[in-house]
């Protein structure tokens, strides 16, 4: 006679039916060496951070899926700090889990430590939990946090440091970027700062912008809303341009008025750019902050 299949294993190992009737979100924390992606969205023929993941994700649960993510991040830039989301049907939830399971261990943990042998060694996804209700990776977040590293060092950089940092053996006046720095502050169209995309605003709310020296290294410390296209690195470049004394502190502030992309500075090189955090609302506010977001995107 033959035998009826059985329905999947939850978690616990105890039996239940599938549920097919919708979608569970997960919420992924992720950390990447962007030097040989050719940044996060997926791309045609090249290699992404996202197409990585998705490959791998979709080996997992036997269907394609995408991920979103907080940030798409530009080609060599890094994070440590980037969170995405993916749907995964519910009947393909159950792949992610081992037949048995040690007690206490998170619920995904299993599915973190597969994909750490599927993924290649240059991007890692650290933790993945159940999305709160309305949770959305991008729309959702509050604000992005990012840290641009440069070494004034005369050698140069640390070899374990140089896919990083950037070089710039030449002295810096911090305290006329912070000075600078400060003028850039708030909400503005930063249309000077950022790579035209067609029907994208480029008003920002810029939160922090503050460097600091620890002997040969300098960091910037950016955080805003959010970020339109090669913003932070273009920030960065116009700042060095007063910190090697080129431009004066008020040079910056003057380029708010601009309505393009300004031609008279260059971005900072991609590999000293790092996304270091993501912040989201309680969630009992991410539904609203997510059509706040769409909102304002849409302006």
Known sequence: MRRRPRPPRTPTGTLTSPDVSGAVRLRLDIAYDGTEFAGWAVQAGQRTVAGVLDEALSTVFRTPVRLFAAGRTDTGVHATGQVAHVDIPSAAVTHAYPRTRRSGDPEFLPLVRRLGRLLPTDVRVRQIARAAAGFDARFSALRRHYVYRLST??????????????????????????????????????????????????????????????????????????????????????????????????????????????????????????LVGVDYPPDDELAARTVITRDLRRR
Do not use: K
Request: hydrophobic letters at 45%; charged letters at 20%.
């Open 153 to 274: 060092a005369p050698y140069g950089v640390d070899p374990q440091q140089a896919r990083y940092v950037t070089v710039w053996p030449r002295a810096l006046d911090v305290d006329a970027m912070n000075a600078a720095s400060r003028n850039l502050l708030g909400l503005h169209d930063f249309a000077a700062f950022c790579r035209h995309r067609v029907g994208a605003t480029t008003i920002r709310d810029l939160q922090r912008l503050e460097w600091t020296r620890d002997g040969d290294q300098v960091t910037a410390h950016v955080t805003a809303d959010a970020f339109c296209w090669s913003m932070v690195r273009s920030l960065v470049g116009a700042l060095l341009a007063v910190g090697a004394g080129r431009r004066s502190p008020g040079w910056c502030a003057a380029l708010l008025e601009a309505s393009h992309r300004s031609s008279d500075f260059a971005a900072a090189p991609a590999h000293g750019l790092t």
